[in-house]
């Protein structure tokens, strides 16, 4: 939700940014009459900090795929992978075929009086109609992404889910602090010379890398952390959202922020862990909605805000909804459905194995 704000942000005419710009604007009376200053120089900034929720959700994926790790498991590589292909690829797929098949129907418009940002968006999507099948490539190149730029996240995603078993096994033999460190310094080493983290290279993977460690790190070690977070006082666990939130919102660089923004994303991970706090975020079942919806959110909006501001003046609150409404029955029509088929196939995976095991020790296979 917090990327889809961002987005929403970015769309403001240059004429009211430059009117309320930052640092300039935080001097003038006037222009905090207005969101903008609000969304720059204070703590409603990660309302909108596209950024830190993207590292974020980086340390998350992390967390949630490690969080089936146990001392005595193994992990079957193909299964892992098919599953990881029909959650991650397969919505993309059809949302981009359904992206192009919708450019192709309602031809993009350039308004002038549009933010510089969004005139770009739709210029380079406009250009890249006829290119479209190289965007299913996931090459991470800047002309392979302008269809639906935010998919630059996952190609780090995909990439960094191939040696995502290695890391299991690697955690496995050497404990997770090594793991961490050497993955951390991997990415420090991959930010130097770095201009932009907001890209498909694969000095990006890397410098996103040690984030999945992280989270996985959290997942591992959940019942330590779950033991001291229980033994906190009120007082200790707000200055540790505090912290957590204070480095999500460290100004933005792009690159070495990250190596703040990260840490934070994690602190705010685990401190949702405490059991009173997960209580209550499971009971808000517009939260648990959103969490559910929240890939296909990801994956749609930014096409549907493309063709509404192209065709209509409806204000962004308009577009959020119709946004919001889509995400639904994008979960519904094409993310669901993906994941069911990964479960299916892994567990076909996983029956052919056995009796496959069962047939080569002379076993019965039925």
Request: net charge positive; with cysteine; charged share 10%.
């Given at each position: 939700?917090?990327?889809?704000?961002?987005?929403?942000?970015?769309?403001?005419p240059?004429?009211?940014?430059y009117?309320?710009?930052?640092?300039?604007?935080?001097?003038?009376?006037?222009?905090?009459?207005?969101?903008?200053?609000?969304l720059?120089?204070?703590?409603?900034?990660?309302?909108?900090?596209?950024?830190?929720?993207?590292?974020?959700?980086?340390?998350?994926?992390?967390?949630?795929?490690?969080?089936?790790?146990?001392?005595?498991?193994?992990p079957?590589t193909?299964?892992?992978?098919v599953?990881?292909?029909?959650?991650?690829?397969?919505?993309?797929?059809?949302?981009?075929?359904?992206t192009?098949?919708v450019?192709?129907?309602?031809?993009?418009?350039?308004?002038?009086?549009?933010?510089?940002?969004?005139?770009?968006?739709?210029?380079?999507?406009?250009?890249?109609?006829?290119?479209?099948?190289?965007?299913?490539?996931?090459?991470?190149?800047?002309?392979?992404?302008?269809?639906?730029?935010?998919?630059?996240?996952?190609?780090?995603?995909?990439?960094?889910?191939?040696?995502?078993?290695?890391?299991?096994?690697?955690i496995?033999?050497?404990?997770?602090?090594?793991?961490?460190?050497t993955?951390?310094?991997?990415?420090?080493?991959?930010?130097?010379?770095?201009?932009?983290?907001?890209?498909?290279?694969?000095?990006a993977?890397?410098?996103?890398?040690?984030?999945?460690?992280?989270?996985?790190?959290?997942?591992?070690?959940?019942?330590?952390?779950?033991?001291?977070?229980?033994?906190?006082?009120?007082?200790?666990?707000?200055?540790?959202?505090?912290?957590?939130?204070?480095?999500?919102?460290?100004?933005?660089?792009?690159?070495?922020?990250?190596?703040?923004?990260?840490?934070?994303?994690?602190?705010?991970?685990?401190?949702?862990?405490?059991?009173s706090?997960?209580?209550?975020?499971?009971?808000?079942?517009?939260?648990?909605?959103?969490?559910?919806?929240s890939?296909?959110?990801?994956?749609?909006?930014?096409?549907?805000?493309?063709?509404?501001?192209?065709?209509?003046?409806?204000?962004?609150?308009?577009?959020?909804?119709?946004?919001?409404?889509?995400?639904?029955?994008?979960?519904?029509?094409?993310?669901?459905?993906?994941?069911?088929?990964?479960?299916?196939?892994?567990?076909?995976?996983?029956?052919?194995?056995?009796?496959?095991?069962r047939?080569?020790?002379?076993?019965?296979?039925?």
């Amino acid at each position: 939700m917090v990327v889809v704000l961002n987005h929403y942000v970015q769309t403001v005419p240059e004429d009211i940014r430059y009117l309320t710009s930052y640092p300039l604007g935080i001097f003038d009376p006037a222009a905090w009459l207005t969101p903008w200053p609000w969304l720059r120089a204070s703590p409603f900034r990660l309302l909108v900090a596209g950024q830190a929720a993207v590292d974020l959700f980086f340390v998350l994926s992390g967390f949630v795929l490690a969080f089936s790790i146990r001392r005595d498991w193994q992990p079957n590589t193909v299964v892992f992978l098919v599953k990881r292909f029909c959650r991650i690829y397969l919505p993309f797929l059809i949302v981009l075929l359904m992206t192009v098949g919708v450019y192709n129907a309602l031809p993009i418009k350039f308004h002038a009086g549009n933010s510089i940002w969004m005139n770009e968006i739709t210029s380079n999507a406009a250009a890249s109609i006829d290119d479209w099948f190289s965007h299913l490539l996931l090459t991470g190149l800047n002309t392979d992404m302008r269809l639906n730029p935010v998919m630059w996240t996952l190609v780090h995603e995909l990439r960094i889910s191939l040696i995502m078993p290695v890391l299991f096994l690697a955690i496995r033999c050497f404990g997770t602090m090594p793991v961490l460190v050497t993955s951390l310094l991997l990415s420090i080493a991959a930010s130097v010379g770095m201009n932009d983290s907001i890209s498909g290279t694969w000095q990006a993977s890397l410098h996103f890398l040690w984030m999945f460690v992280l989270g996985m790190t959290i997942a591992i070690h959940r019942r330590a952390l779950l033991d001291r977070l229980v033994s906190w006082s009120r007082w200790q666990f707000a200055m540790a959202v505090v912290l957590a939130l204070g480095l999500m919102a460290v100004p933005f660089s792009r690159v070495w922020a990250d190596f703040a923004i990260a840490p934070g994303a994690g602190l705010l991970i685990a401190l949702t862990m405490h059991p009173s706090v997960g209580r209550r975020m499971q009971g808000v079942r517009p939260l648990r909605w959103l969490g559910q919806i929240s890939y296909s959110l990801y994956l749609v909006h930014l096409p549907i805000l493309v063709i509404l501001v192209s065709y209509t003046d409806f204000s962004p609150s308009i577009i959020l909804v119709i946004s919001l409404a889509a995400a639904h029955l994008a979960y519904l029509g094409i993310e669901k459905p993906a994941q069911q088929l990964g479960s299916l196939l892994g567990r076909m995976i996983c029956i052919h194995r056995d009796m496959t095991l069962r047939v080569a020790s002379g076993g019965d296979p039925v």
